[in-house]
């Protein structure tokens, strides 16, 4: 996955830094707010129903209000593009972390330390062209 940024133009949601559309950044915030919701780790199960209701539409994104004016809104998102651009995207970049022999998905810091990598493996090129 690439990420584009630009230093003087940070976004302030970390979301809007990773994903493109304003639809895959609510289906990435609303996974990792079910993850938190659940203890942060969750099963293949429970992330298969939750894919299950992204794709049937039973999400819901903003629940109905006291006002007549507030309504429900709900959310569909296919299923394949959920794993494709979605989960596989978090965790190649380690923001969730999938344990193969517990068989569930966690919340991860993974992503700090990756981006810390990143600045070492930066300072460590311009350590060599200063030689």
Do not use: C
């Amino acid at each position: 996955m690439v990420i584009l940024l630009d230093q003087d133009n940070l976004p302030g949601d970390i979301y809007a830094v990773i994903f493109p559309t304003e639809q895959q950044r609510i289906v990435a915030k609303m996974l990792i707010d079910y993850l938190f919701a659940n203890g942060s780790e969750i099963g293949k199960t429970e992330m298969g129903l939750f894919a299950n209701q992204l794709h049937e539409g039973k999400a819901i994104v903003q629940e109905k209000g006291t006002s007549p004016l507030d309504r429900e809104v709900r959310l569909s998102y296919n299923k394949r593009q959920f794993y494709d651009r979605i989960l596989t995207p978090l965790r190649g970049m380690g923001l969730i972390d999938y344990d193969l022999y517990k068989k569930t998905y966690r919340i991860s810091e993974k992503f700090n330390k990756l981006m810390i990598r990143v600045g070492l493996l930066w300072l460590r090129e311009l350590e060599k062209r200063k030689k």
